[in-house]
Nanobody, 114 residues
Framework: QVQLVESGGGSVQAGGSLRLSCAVSGTIFRFNAMGWYRQAPGKQRELVADITSAGSTNYADSVKGRFTISRDNAKNTVYLQMNSLKPDDTAVYYC????????WGQGTQVTVSS
């Protein structure tokens, strides 16, 4: 059974940076794309960035140029470096497999104050 454990969230001021990590159990990680999602209060969960097994990346327009997704297949971990954070980035952030969603982890809260 795949488990997803997100960490690295926190509270920062606008313009600050955070680096999120997601540790994935099991052996399927290195063969599959991974994505970072977020859900703000009262809004639907959205995909903000994804990375293929080969390392190709895609970003939502709202985070392009500010967020960077990366992965370490040896550690079964995917990262999200978030720079120039804005209050609109406030949300709970999750990771998952965009091509076949698994049970969601607990997420990690990111709060950006103005």
């Amino acid at each position: 059974q795949v488990q997803l454990v997100e960490s690295g969230g926190g509270s920062v001021q606008a313009g600050g940076s955070l680096r999120l990590s997601c540790a994935v159990s099991g052996t399927i990680f290195r063969f599959n794309a991974m994505g970072w999602y977020r859900q703000a209060p009262g809004k639907q969960r959205e995909l903000v960035a994804d990375i293929t097994s080969a390392g190709s990346t895609n970003y939502a327009d709202s985070v392009k140029g500010r967020f960077t997704i990366s992965r370490d297949n040896a550690k079964n971990t995917v990262y999200l470096q978030m720079n120039s954070l804005k209050p609109d980035d406030t949300a709970v952030y999750y990771c998952n497999f965009p091509n076949f969603l698994r049970s969601w982890g607990q997420g990690t809260q990111v709060t950006v104050s103005s």
